[in-house]
């Protein structure tokens, strides 16, 4: 078994390429261990504004200028250590003047000029171009070391590129075209030059792993792949990434700007989502100290910890970077390296488990490449770009997500590119699966005729993978509706109306007789199934008139097979996402537990995350305590006391319950578990032979 699959990796990076004399060997290693960590990503390549041929600072028949050996020096005190080091290689990010002395390797944008604002400062090359080569000639180099890994920051194409004569003649030869421009939205190339691109980096990831395992060692080789985001601004598409790398790694925990703008569950999101993607393999989310884009100021101890606590309570391993002069905190060394501590002498909770959940997110990979509606977050390598049409799908997922969180609903993600796995759900959540091939359709129809669980919004399967919009939803016999080729909207002071019997699940949305309706409905005919909610009129202005019901249904359960089906015919997701309607969370969280009663409860416990795992002895509850005031970045966690864990099976035996953070038993009484104290994180265990 490799080293990197026998145990949790707590990989940790000293960002020092700019002053490596900083911190003497000895010293670094001795931080590494100081801050629980038992990886290393090492930097042996000093850069400034990008890299070069000549800031190498081991032996390479690449580097121009006889530094010294940092990385043969370093090696055998970090394995002294017991400390594995994994070398840090940029593959994206080199200087102006570098490529000036190679304009044949840089990647061109649109306006055919050299791409020249990489981080402001610097250019890209691209891996179709011989830049390869010399990037295969220094993998060669680094595995004559002892090395344990190689990870490649990178590589990426840019929104805007490439438009290299590499890029031209290899996409000529495959499709007998120029390149379109990924800017054009209505190109009918477009999406062969996204796949282009991603079939490139794909090959380039396998050209470098054949170099690399050649060796005959265990050296781990991953990359910085996608997180929550779609791939073709960049050509990271992580269902090839993972097939020519170890582990699937994303920067779920680089948190950029106003945190009040972000989910204070970003990791989780990115983890919950490669989890899905990676398969058997590991997933790493890397979390960064820095708060972007003021890199040299570091978050608040508190925020840090619950980066951590969100990676590794959602499956994945992390990477936590610091640049040097983070390290003069002494209460960030010691609340970082106490939280190891803790991770060390307790890895069980944390490799290897499997999500106790029933109820899944779908991950709309397929439309997010190719549908209007799809933005793309702000990140280290793309500016934010915002959808310019409805129904975006980021926002869409990103409010049920949302929902389910703040609700306390045990969920994962699911990447609509793993429908083999669509059988362990008991319910899916589909948010504007736009773009649905006839195969993926077919398994849904399967999975629900065979007793699965659909909830559905707005466009879901309204358009074919290359987002042609079809005459009727590929769904339509699901939803139990018809397609009127009309969308409603924008709906800027518009109601619905939900219609429930006495005592239904959804009678106690009726206490509220106009609930906001989302900006944006589409009109559809009722074929079969129960009409749960309607549209009302819109009106001329926020103080038309009374508002009256019409005949558009906006919410409609249908039973398809043993399953049911529920189509909300509007961006119910976004409505969520951008006002958190208190009658939307409601009425996803009964229909969830209508169609999945939950398997965990919380009581005093609000705003706290909730995760299941299990592994072949234990379960785990997983308990992460957002409260931290009104503003972020938080400066402290607000203790909470005497939480109540009801769970739905019996619990036999109180001794096989235990707090691991706090390292105590816990007292169970009929089914409820009581946690005297939380601070920041904790983790419950419970021995699976009394459960």
Same mark, same amino acid.
């Given at each position: 078994?490799?080293?990197?699959?026998?145990?949790?990796?707590?990989?940790?990076?000293?960002?020092?390429?700019?002053?490596?004399?900083?911190?003497?060997?000895?010293?670094?290693?001795?931080?590494?261990?100081?801050?629980?960590?038992?990886?290393?990503?090492?930097?042996?390549?000093?850069?400034?504004?990008?890299?070069?041929?000549?800031?190498?600072?081991?032996?390479?028949?690449?580097?121009?200028?006889?530094?010294?050996?940092?990385?043969?020096?370093?090696?055998?005190?970090?394995?002294?250590?017991?400390?594995?080091?994994?070398?840090?290689?940029?593959?994206?990010?080199?200087?102006?003047?570098?490529?000036?002395?190679?304009?044949?390797?840089?990647?061109?944008?649109?306006?055919?000029?050299?791409?020249?604002?990489?981080?402001?400062?610097?250019?890209?090359?691209?891996?179709?171009?011989?830049?390869?080569?010399?990037?295969?000639?220094?993998?060669?180099?680094?595995?004559?070391?002892?090395?344990?890994?190689?990870?490649?920051?990178?590589? #990426? %194409?840019?929104?805007?590129?490439?438009?290299?004569? $590499?890029? *031209?003649? &290899?996409?000529? @030869?495959?499709?007998?075209?120029?390149?379109?421009?990924?800017?054009?939205?209505?190109?009918?190339?477009?999406?062969?030059?996204?796949?282009?691109?991603?079939?490139?980096?794909?090959?380039?990831?396998?050209?470098?792993?054949?170099?690399?395992?050649?060796?005959?060692?265990?050296?781990?080789?991953?990359?910085?792949?996608?997180?929550?985001?779609?791939?073709?601004?960049?050509?990271?598409?992580?269902?090839?990434?993972?097939?020519?790398?170890?582990?699937?790694?994303?920067?779920?925990?680089?948190?950029?700007?106003?945190?009040?703008?972000?989910?204070?569950?970003?990791?989780?999101?990115?983890?919950?989502?490669?989890?899905?993607?990676?398969?058997?393999?590991?997933?790493? #989310? %890397?979390?960064?100290?820095?708060?972007?884009?003021? $890199?040299? *100021?570091? &978050?608040?101890? @508190?925020?840090?910890?619950?980066?951590?606590?969100?990676?590794?309570?959602?499956?994945?391993?992390?990477?936590?970077?610091?640049?040097?002069?983070?390290?003069?905190?002494?209460?960030?060394?010691?609340?970082?390296?106490?939280?190891?501590?803790?991770?060390?002498?307790?890895?069980?909770?944390?490799?290897?488990?499997?999500?106790?959940?029933?109820?899944?997110?779908?991950?709309?990979?397929?439309?997010?490449?190719?549908?209007?509606?799809?933005?793309?977050?702000?990140?280290?390598?793309?500016?934010?770009?915002?959808?310019?049409?409805?129904?975006?799908?980021?926002?869409?997922?990103?409010?049920?997500?949302?929902?389910?969180?703040?609700?306390?609903?045990?969920?994962?993600? #699911?990447?609509?590119?793993?429908?083999?796995?669509?059988?362990?759900?008991?319910?899916?959540?589909?948010?504007?699966?736009?773009?649905?091939?006839?195969?993926?359709?077919?398994?849904?129809?399967?999975?629900?005729?065979?007793?699965?669980?659909?909830?559905?919004?707005?466009?879901?399967?309204?358009?074919?993978?290359?987002?042609?919009?079809?005459?009727?939803?590929?769904?339509?016999?699901?939803?139990?509706?018809?397609?009127?080729?009309?969308?409603?909207?924008?709906?800027?002071?518009?109601?619905?109306?939900?219609?429930?019997?006495?005592?239904?699940?959804?009678?106690?949305?009726?206490?509220?007789?106009?609930?906001?309706?989302?900006?944006?409905?589409?009109?559809?005919?009722?074929?079969?199934?129960?009409?749960?909610?309607?549209?009302?009129?819109?009106?001329?202005?926020?103080?038309?008139?009374?508002?009256?019901?019409?005949?558009?249904?906006?919410?409609?359960?249908?039973?398809?097979?043993?399953?049911?089906?529920?189509?909300?015919?509007?961006?119910?997701?976004?409505?969520?996402?951008?006002?958190?309607?208190?009658?939307?969370?409601?009425?996803?969280?009964?229909?969830?537990?209508?169609?999945?009663?939950?398997?965990?409860?919380?009581?005093?416990?609000?705003?706290?995350?909730?995760?299941?795992?299990?592994?072949?002895?234990?379960?785990?509850?997983?308990?992460?305590?957002?409260?931290?005031?009104?503003?972020?970045?938080?400066?402290?966690?607000?203790?909470?006391?005497?939480?109540?864990?009801?769970?739905?099976?019996?619990?036999?035996?109180?001794?096989?319950?235990?707090?691991?953070?706090?390292?105590?038993?816990?007292?169970?009484?009929?089914?409820?578990?009581?946690?005297?104290?939380?601070?920041?994180?904790?983790?419950?265990?419970?021995?699976?032979?009394?459960?």
């Amino acid at each position: 078994m490799s080293w990197w699959n026998e145990k949790p990796i707590r990989i940790i990076e000293i960002c020092n390429p700019y002053e490596f004399t900083k911190m003497p060997m000895e010293d670094e290693a001795d931080m590494i261990v100081k801050l629980g960590g038992n990886t290393q990503h090492f930097h042996c390549w000093k850069w400034k504004n990008g890299m070069d041929d000549k800031g190498m600072y081991f032996k390479s028949k690449m580097n121009k200028v006889g530094n010294d050996d940092r990385l043969g020096a370093y090696l055998p005190v970090a394995h002294r250590k017991g400390l594995k080091v994994v070398v840090y290689f940029n593959v994206h990010w080199y200087t102006k003047e570098f490529g000036l002395q190679h304009p044949d390797w840089c990647q061109i944008i649109e306006s055919g000029q050299l791409i020249d604002n990489v981080y402001s400062t610097g250019t890209s090359f691209c891996v179709n171009s011989p830049y390869r080569d010399w990037v295969f000639q220094i993998l060669k180099d680094l595995c004559a070391y002892e090395i344990d890994g190689i990870f490649f920051d990178g590589p #990426i %194409f840019f929104p805007n590129t490439c438009y290299c004569q $590499s890029c *031209h003649s &290899l996409f000529n @030869e495959k499709y007998g075209a120029e390149p379109p421009l990924k800017s054009d939205l209505n190109n009918r190339l477009r999406k062969e030059f996204i796949e282009f691109q991603s079939d490139s980096l794909a090959r380039f990831l396998e050209d470098s792993g054949r170099i690399i395992k050649s060796e005959g060692r265990e050296i781990l080789f991953y990359m910085n792949g996608n997180g929550a985001s779609p791939c073709w601004p960049t050509g990271r598409d992580n269902h090839k990434i993972i097939l020519n790398t170890d582990i699937l790694g994303a920067e779920g925990g680089f948190l950029h700007g106003d945190l009040n703008e972000l989910p204070i569950y970003k990791p989780g999101v990115s983890a919950k989502i490669m989890e899905s993607q990676a398969g058997d393999k590991p997933t790493v #989310i %890397f979390d960064c100290v820095g708060h972007k884009p003021w $890199s040299w *100021h570091p &978050l608040t101890t @508190e925020e840090i910890k619950i980066l951590l606590a969100e990676t590794v309570a959602n499956g994945a391993n992390y990477w936590l970077a610091f640049f040097p002069d983070d390290l003069r905190n002494k209460h960030l060394i010691s609340d970082v390296g106490s939280f190891n501590v803790f991770l060390k002498n307790n890895p069980d909770p944390f490799f290897k488990t499997e999500s106790l959940a029933e109820i899944a997110l779908m991950w709309p990979w397929g439309s997010l490449e190719s549908y209007r509606g799809s933005s793309v977050p702000l990140s280290d390598f793309t500016q934010q770009i915002d959808s310019r049409s409805i129904g975006d799908i980021g926002k869409e997922f990103a409010g049920f997500y949302q929902s389910l969180h703040q609700q306390q609903i045990v969920f994962d993600v #699911i990447d609509e590119g793993r429908m083999e796995k669509l059988s362990r759900y008991k319910v899916v959540i589909m948010p504007n699966i736009a773009c649905l091939t006839e195969k993926t359709a077919v398994l849904i129809a399967e999975y629900v005729k065979n007793g699965g669980n659909i909830i559905a919004s707005f466009e879901t399967s309204l358009y074919d993978e290359k987002s042609v919009r079809l005459a009727d939803f590929r769904l339509a016999e699901l939803f139990g509706v018809k397609f009127t080729d009309r969308t409603l909207g924008p709906m800027k002071w518009d109601y619905i109306s939900v219609i429930a019997e006495k005592d239904s699940f959804l009678s106690e949305l009726n206490i509220n007789k106009f609930i906001p309706a989302p900006e944006y409905g589409i009109s559809v005919e009722q074929i079969k199934g129960k009409r749960l909610s309607c549209f009302y009129r819109q009106l001329k202005g926020r103080y038309d008139n009374v508002p009256e019901i019409s005949g558009n249904p906006f919410l409609i359960e249908n039973q398809f097979g043993k399953g049911k089906v529920y189509y909300f015919a509007g961006t119910f997701g976004t409505a969520i996402h951008e006002y958190n309607f208190p009658e939307y969370n409601m009425l996803l969280k009964n229909i969830v537990n209508e169609l999945c009663p939950p398997f965990v409860v919380l009581e005093n416990a609000l705003n706290v995350e909730l995760n299941c795992r299990e592994n072949n002895r234990k379960i785990y509850i997983y308990l992460i305590n957002h409260n931290g005031g009104l503003k972020r970045p938080f400066t402290r966690i607000i203790k909470l006391s005497d939480i109540k864990i009801s769970l739905h099976c019996k619990v036999k035996n109180n001794n096989t319950v235990k707090a691991l953070r706090m390292n105590e038993k816990l007292e169970v009484r009929e089914n409820v578990i009581t946690l005297p104290s939380l601070n920041d994180f904790e983790v419950i265990e419970i021995d699976k032979y009394d459960y």
